[in-house]
């Protein structure tokens, strides 16, 4: 049997998609009994996450995008991989900024951990930037890591600072690096995300950068969703999953885009 997260991620994706769910559809999709259902629906409706009805459940406020924390076991051996590949690309001395997202978090572990980058005291060895209060929080521990965090109003949903706030300390800066998380990509829109206060900031973090790496498992491949956050020929290089057929990836080589598989 999955995980209760694993299950709850699965149930709120289904609620997003379809506006309300029957336990006994979900139990007959996910494999599990219905009466392990009803205690899933129960703990996201004690966590404000769903509404409970007879025989169900129908949405609360997520809309269309889930929690960061729901979002983390989707494809997780595919992020970590990528994660690293992209961490790969960055030399010490490097100023590298982040957006928040599942992959990005994993590219900021893996470069927090990197041997290399290590300097075994309190020099330091990398400077980050980002939007995101959940790597903030891990890389604050790390000596050899400078941590620029940009203001903001902060959105539950993703643990990202938003708005004018968010984006006024950008103008000042530069990056060598900048990897984006992206809730979808193709060759005609670009990189894409769910909300737009999201998409500005990541927008800005884009153009501040010397290089734009999108970090972004196959299942975000040509597709689109709301905002823009650039168009393709601001990226580039795509690091996506081994698993990604050509059919996704050959659009965006063709326009010019470096596409490393992970």
Known sequence: MAAPQVRWSALLEMLAREGRIEVETAAAELGVSAATIRRDLD?????????RTHGGAMVNAIAYDLPLRYKAARNAPEKE????????????????????????TEVARALATRADLGSGGSE?????VTNALNIANELVVRRHVKLVLTGGVARPASYELIGPLATELLSQITLDHVFIGVDAIDVTRGATAHHEGEASINRALARRAQQVVVVADSSKLARRAF?????????????????APAALTDPFAAAGVEIIRA
Request: glycine share 8%.
């Open 227 to 243: 905002a823009r956050i650039c168009p393709v020929e601001d990226i580039q290089v795509l690091v996506t999953d081994k698993n």
């Open 81 to 104: 991989r990528i994660a690293h590949a992209a961490a790969s690309l960055v030399k010490a001395g490097a100023v590298v900024g982040l957006n928040g997202g599942t992959t990005t």
């Open 124 to 128: 330091i060895t990398l400077t980050i």
């Open 43 to 51: 703990e996201l409706a004690r966590q404000q996450m769903v509404t």
